[in-house]
């Protein structure tokens, strides 16, 4: 998982510490799950989906999608339409009565890909970020 976030075309972030990477995937797991494309022996996809509890839409919960990567020489050959598809079978399954993610508003081919997907754009996400290096704005 982390040489596919390694892939991924940003500034790399570090790595977690090695002694707390358990720790992190029982977390995941405690609220949701990490799901993987593999194709030979390799992951080429990722998402990272959290189911979160709501006391609105009669106590319905919702789903979180974050850090959707394909790797790049996978891209455009179905891995993410897959891993999205299976985002949204988790989510109903859990009895969400949405699922949201968010992604960069400068990245239109992204937009077409899940508007692809079945996701509507009708939202505007916001965030505050807390800086993890120097070069992130």
Not at 32 to 40: K, M, R, T, Y
Not at 106 to 113: E, I, S, V
Request: aromatic letters at 10%; hydrophobic letters at 40%.
């Amino acid at each position: 998982m982390l040489e596919l976030y390694a892939d991924f075309n940003r500034p790399t972030d570090p790595n977690p510490p090695a002694q707390d990477i358990q720790a992190i995937f029982d977390a995941i797991a405690s609220m949701g799950h990490l799901a993987v494309a593999e194709i030979g022996g390799n992951i080429v996809g990722s998402y990272a989906i959290y189911i979160c509890p709501n006391l609105a839409r009669g106590g319905k919960p919702f789903g979180v999608v974050e850090n959707v990567i394909v790797s790049a020489a996978w891209r455009r050959k179905g891995v993410g339409r897959a891993l999205m598809m299976h985002a949204q079978d988790s989510a109903k399954a859990a009895g969400c009565y949405k699922l949201t993610l968010c992604t960069r508003q400068d990245r239109p081919k992204n937009h077409r890909f899940y508007e692809a997907c079945g996701f509507v754009g009708d939202k505007i996400g916001y965030q505050v970020r807390y800086m993890l290096h120097q070069h992130e704005i």
